[in-house]
């Protein structure tokens, strides 16, 4: 079977291409549009004067791809809005502001903020649009603020920071795929509450869930059970304790805490079985299958339509009506079909995570898993139930590995003990689950009931923390670009070409790949033989950094536990391949090539120096004159790390700024990095 004879398959690929170039590119929005009414309009003439189909077909077909490239860049286009001008970019509003805005999405707390993703209603009294992040600092006292919520406050816009360390996770990039560019920071005393009734079919399904917790924690359930019911059955994830993440996703088992295709085919089991005595009514089979669609759907957006959710509803839905139909499906069509309408509403859920993870570990557990089960065939019907889990396992596994390595850098080695365990239960887990909300909601649920599913999902968690520990067989750190993925993928698929078709053409492009693969590696070596000196950004403390080569000498005031598992020193690490960390104490005078670096802590020492310092480093908000220090020892720049108070920078930034001497304050700059 050729995979790429299927016509949608050509078409949701063509209109992927289209959606990366409008990415990318950033073309002219007018120019975009009349491009594709230009195709659309010689599509449709030659349609009409098409008579010889064998010998312009041919022509066709290049003109219908080309116009799915241009309905992928209109789409991603008309998804912007900050073409809107109404935006609250394009109307440059400055200073405080009187804003007005709507409650869209409640995100994860930090430890001093909880965070919301808004809908702009009115600035200035006039009418805006746009996105913004919300950080409002948390209290004891003030609850969550509900979905529709509408505020009116006044404040002004803040960027969202661009990382401040190299190879740092770049939130406002992630943002920006979801059309936030700006921030307010808010306490509870500055906003009015205008409105807490839902008014959207998120708002009202936030109330659900809410009351779904508000019954749960009545009947008895506890935080950290009550954060795993959240995350299994409501798909919210924003209370899971973080060391309860951690150890899922160092078992390899966080993709059960996400709702998608496996929690979503259980449901649609149970919805079968539920409603099967529909099939003996007169319109069953047209009934059921509308009924099952839209429980589905209901449960996708009560589950906050994440990437994974609305793959997995949405192909269902698509299996669920081809079976109506009486028509043979073909998971490919299947998957490309879901994929061509979510990415035609949603364009930008093609750069999601948990989109892309979602698609890979089908088509791997489809192209992949069939081989490995032919490699055994167990006699026995409870062997060959846990060989069959295990394959699927490790097909899915093999599918997401290469994109894992390039977003997470680690692998989890114990994936298949975990999953052979966990996912056995997981339908019961999920069963059960169920008739426990349903039970909590009709207000009938018997306490042995939750004793029993608390334990279940106590021994859940403590299972999982249990391979969790083992933290010789996690792989962590591991380096891994884009063009490594690239070639992996190339070579997965090459490697299954190889088994099933076993020519010489896919044998040679499997080789092939493996020589590029490792040649990448060995380059990546190579180019790693320079030096640097990195002043990083850490918040009260200092950090500095010698780099040589794959060698990375750390001097701190940290502690030495803490610094062993900073995400500063890992990002730097996987990104520059270093092997080595050696890890000392803060001097007071550093050299790297011929530059000298002088460090003035609290104790403000720098008199009666036998040498030129070139950098002086502040750190540790030291109470000198600045204006004489640099009068008496003429350095070439001032350097203050995030160890300082912020009202000294702020004055230290003003005496430099006078003196004409440049200031690099790594809060606001980033980190300093001499090569």
């Known amino acids: 079977m050729k995979l790429l004879n299927f016509k949608i398959i050509k078409l949701t690929a063509c209109l992927i291409l289209g959606i990366l170039i409008a990415h990318y590119f950033k073309l002219n929005f007018s120019i975009a549009i009349y491009l594709s009414l230009g195709l659309m309009a010689i599509l449709f003439i030659y349609y009409l004067g098409l008579k010889q189909k064998t010998n312009r077909s041919i022509y066709f077909a290049m003109l219908a791809y080309c116009c799915m490239v241009s309905l992928g860049i209109n789409a991603y286009d008309i998804q ?30 930090d430890i001093y903020n909880d965070k919301y993703i808004v809908s702009l209603i009115s600035a200035n009294k006039s009418e805006a649009s746009g996105q913004l992040l919300i950080n409002i600092k948390r209290d004891s006292i003030s609850g969550a603020l509900p979905i529709d919520a509408i505020i009116y406050t006044k404040s002004d816009l803040k960027d969202i920071q661009k990382p401040l360390n190299p190879y740092q996770f770049d939130y406002s990039k992630y943002l920006e795929l979801r059309q936030v560019y700006s921030q307010i920071y808010l306490q509870h005393n500055h906003f009015l509450l205008l409105s807490d009734q839902p008014t959207t079919i998120y708002g009202y399904a936030d109330l659900f869930r809410t009351s779904i917790n508000k ?28 060391s309860i993440y951690n150890n899922y996703v160092n078992s390899g088992t966080i993709h059960i805490l996400a709702v998608s295709g496996l929690h979503v085919g259980i449901l649609l089991l149970i919805l079968n079985f539920i409603f099967r005595p529909l099939l003996l009514l007169k319109h069953g089979y047209v009934l059921r299958p509308i009924i099952i669609i839209t429980i589905l759907w209901l449960f996708a957006i009560v589950a906050g339509l994440s990437p994974s959710v609305t793959r997995a509803v949405t192909m269902f839905s698509i299996i669920s009506f081809a079976m109506h ?11 490309a079909i879901s994929a061509f309408f979510i990415l035609l509403v949603k364009p930008t859920f093609l750069f999601e995570v948990g989109f892309q993870m979602s698609y890979l570990a089908i088509l791997s557990i489809v192209s992949i898993q069939p081989i490995l089960y032919k490699l055994w065939q167990p006699k026995y019907l409870i062997v060959d139930k846990f060989w069959q889990i295990f394959t699927v396992t490790l097909a899915a596994q093999a599918g997401v590995l290469p994109i894992s390595l390039f977003y997470f850098h680690q692998f989890p080695g114990l994936f298949f003990i975990s999953n052979l365990v966990v996912i056995p239960f997981l339908g019961l887990i999920l069963g059960f689950g169920l008739f426990v909300i349903v039970m909590a909601l009709v207000g009938f649920l018997p306490k042995s009931i939750v004793e029993i599913y608390s334990l279940i999902i106590e021994s859940l968690n403590g299972f999982i923390a249990w391979v969790a520990q083992f933290e010789d067989f996690l792989f962590r750190d591991i380096p891994f670009y884009l063009i490594q993925v690239l070639i992996a993928y190339i070579l997965i698929i090459s490697a299954v070409q190889v088994y ?37 950004n850490k918040s009260r403390v200092s950090i500095i950094g010698f780099k040589q080569n794959n060698r990375l000498e750390v001097h701190h005031n940290l502690d030495t536990s803490k610094l062993k598992n900073d995400n500063i020193l890992k990002n730097y690490k996987v990104g520059e391949f270093i092997d080595r960390v050696a890890l000392s104490k803060l001097k007071y005078v550093y050299q790297f090539k011929n530059k000298r670096l002088l460090i003035i802590d609290s ?35 001032i350097i203050a790390d995030a160890s300082n108070y912020k009202s000294y920078v702020k004055r230290w930034k003003i005496t430099c700024r006078d003196k004409k001497i440049p200031f690099h304050y790594t809060n606001e700059k980033g980190a300093f990095i001499l090569k």
Request: proline letters at 4%.
């Open 215 to 242: 019954k749960l924690i009545d009947a008895g359930f506890k935080d950290d059970v009550l954060s795993i019911i959240n995350a299994l059955l409501l798909g919210q994830r924003q209370t899971i304790d973080k």
């Open 500 to 536: 099933k078709l076993r020519t010489f053409k896919w044998l040679a492009i499997c080789l092939i790949s493996i020589i590029i693969l490792q040649g990448t590696y060995v380059f990546n070596k190579f180019q790693n033989k320079d030096e640097a000196f990195i002043v990083f």
């Open 80 to 109: 912007d809005e900050k073409l809107q001008a109404k935006h609250y970019l394009n109307l440059k509003l400055e200073g405080y502001s009187e804003l007005k805005f709507k409650i869209k999405e409640r995100l994860k707390p």
């Open 603 to 637: 104790l403000g020492i720098y008199k009666n120096l036998s040498f030129q310092p070139d950098f002086i480093l502040l750190r540790d908000s030291p109470k000198v004159n600045l204006e004489r220090v640099i009068d008496s020892i003429k350095p070439q720049q």
């Open 325 to 335: 139909l009486k028509r043979p499906t073909n998971i490919y069509n299947t998957l």
